[in-house]
């Protein structure tokens, strides 16, 4: 089955950057979309970004210029580089995988913003 294993959360001060990584197994990574949600307390999980088997990819307003996703389809990664952190950014961020079967998560890591 469909395995991702993120890591690269943590604590950092604002204006500071982190680079989260998704790790999958289980699937064709690279015929599969890859994304990365977010979910702050008390509100709905979002989408932050994506990236398509293409290199397409797209983000959130609220990251735009801030946050880059990339893919390595030789070691079945996904990466989201986070520069310029805000307070407001801080989350549990969630990996996630689309192929043919459908939507898989990976467990969450929390990304925390604050002085």
């Known amino acids: 089955q469909v395995q991702l294993v993120e890591s690269g959360g943590g604590l950092v001060q604002p204006g500071g950057s982190l680079r989260l990584s998704c790790a999958a197994s289980?699937?064709?990574?690279?015929?599969?979309?890859m994304g990365w949600y977010r979910q702050a307390p008390g509100r709905q999980r979002e989408l932050v970004a994506r990236?398509?088997?293409?290199?397409?990819?797209n983000y959130a307003d609220s990251v735009k210029g801030r946050f880059t996703i990339s893919r390595d389809n030789a070691k079945n990664t996904v990466y989201l580089e986070m520069n310029s952190l805000k307070p407001e950014d801080t989350a549990i961020y969630y990996c996630n995988l689309i192929n043919k079967v459908g939507g898989h998560w990976g467990q969450g890591t929390q990304v925390t913003v604050s002085s």
């Open positions: 990236i398509f088997s293409d290199g397409d990819t």
């Open positions: 289980g699937t064709i990574f690279s015929m599969s979309a």
